[in-house]
């Protein structure tokens, strides 16, 4: 009798784990189907989105003359001749052009500084010699050729083109900075060596992993039961879908190393360089702004930026912009004789340290 009670307590028991587990199996079914209902709407609008974008037409047509143009050798640097351009950015409100009539002549070789207040038509003026737009009116021209006749994939080749608007793949280190130069993204000693002249050295050692680190992840890995119990397993996928802590400066670093691994290809003749340096203290500024002249090596140059000191005085030619317009053009010591707006300008940067 107590032999047979044991046994049927036995069998209640396993019964009853065996509908516990059946019973918080089922509770992680439908939690798992409710949460994928509620993300059903995005995901939809992801898909939608995404196809939207691979039929999307490009408006820049793209010509059919290789770059560069027979005769121009690579590191020889970019000339650039702008003629009566104006841009208007479409839905714009704006009661004028983002940049207005709009002419320069820029040799090849030459370190070129454009300085001017927030909305001048610094930055539009980059992106339209970058062919991410195109001129409303007026002609630009490189190496003597319109610039809508090259080949839109020849032509970007050939430009490294650093911004504030750059963002970080979710990669690794390494192929974050090695997707500058595709045909050196093995390379580790280039890698590492982009890496440094960018001031990412220090942030890629306080990595466990280092270059392997990978940043933002895409969070593709699921857990698909429950390991509460399985401490390896858990830490192993924890590993997976960390994210790498990164402060803005540091984001911007490890994008100036993807553009000077893209300097170290010989394709490349026009460098532009957009605020890139926002997040960056004044000595991290200027001396990635020193590397980044250090690295031209005969290549055209363009800097858009607020902060004259450390690139004007280098300068060959400086372009003053305002309301869209270039208001004046010269050298750093020209340009303060002159007592213009380029001087008004660094007059109000320069009070900030003498009064």
Known sequence: MLLAIFWTNTLSIARLAALQTASSSLQDTFESISMGLKELPTAVARVKSFYTLVDMKNELASGFTSYPPPGNKAKEGMAINIKNVSFTYKGSQASRDAITDVSLSIRAGQLVVIVGANGSGKSTLLRLLVRLYAPVSGVIELDGHPIE?????????????LSQDHKLLPLSVAENIGVGCLEKSDDMTAIKDAAVLAGAEGLVKKFERGFETVLTPAGTAQMSFNASGN?????????????????????????????????????????????????LDPQGECELFQRLRNARHGRTMIFVTHRFGHLTKYADLIVCMKDGKIVETGTHDGLLKSAGEYARLYNIQASAFTS
């Open 231 to 279: 401490e390896a397993l858990t830490a192993e996928f924890n590993k997976m879908e960390k994210s790498a802590d990164v402060s803005g400066g540091e984001r911007q670093r490890i994008v100036a190393a993807r553009t000077f691994m893209r300097l170290f290809s010989d394709d490349i003749n026009l460098v532009t360089v957009d605020e890139p340096s926002s997040a």
């Open 149 to 161: 006749e090259y080949n839109v994939n020849d032509l970007r080749r050939a430009i490294a083109h």
